[in-house]
């Protein structure tokens, strides 16, 4: 069984070691294991290489009228074997691996038999998913220790009845080892992730505002125009930490 991950800007596959940059868990050393295609397409998607191929017509806020933001199947997608994965992994620290993309939910048998090989490690890792909180966890739910689940607002660009399930949003709330991270742009945003957290009973200790964008200047702009609202809501923020200090690059 393969795994169909993202690559790097010089084509290795994107499992790398950094500090976690957003969430819960940020300021962590953390392995992150990035794996390609998505079901969403959000129109600032920061990692477009993992899912806006040639030929498709999505939107993307860096699309010019001559150049569309998009990216080569064949060049930026590498499939690998879950042991191969595992051994890469197993190189880098294990303290706790990311599972991220792309959305890694459209990879959920594979990626359970890659968790049950990297828990076969003397010091087995923590595991970590960062998904888009539209398709179920299914037996997942048992294999993960965190789920950072990011519902995607209405400024993403998509369809709410795919990227808002009712059902499959009730099912992460209902987990205790899930905690919520909304981008937001504005107030208005953060009012909209309040009335979610709301209709599914997500206590507002378990939810993250965090500003979107890729550039420093932008994130604490945006976080100007977030905090007032994140206090009344009493939700945790979270910053970009990442951006800060690598800048919007991959494999970091
Ligand atoms: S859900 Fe995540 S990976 Fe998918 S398009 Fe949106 S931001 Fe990008």
Known sequence: MQLRLARTETGEAEIFRSIQGEGPMAGRPRTFVRLSGCNLHCVWCDTAYTWNWRGTDFAHVRDAADAPHKFDLSEELIRLDIDDVAARVAQLSTEGVVLTG????????????????????????????????????????RAVDLFVVSPKLAHSGNNAAVALNPAVLRTYAGLANAYFKFVARDAADVAQAAALADRFSIAPHRVYIMPEGVTSDALRQRAQFLTQSILDYGFNFTDRLHVHLFGARRGI
Do not use: C, F
């Open 102 to 141: 792309g959305e890694p939910m459209m990879q959920r048998d594979a990626l359970e038999h890659l968790i049950a090989a990297l828990k076969q490690a003397a010091r087995a890792p923590l595991i970590e998913i960062e998904t888009n909180g539209s398709i179920v966890p299914g037996a997942l739910e």
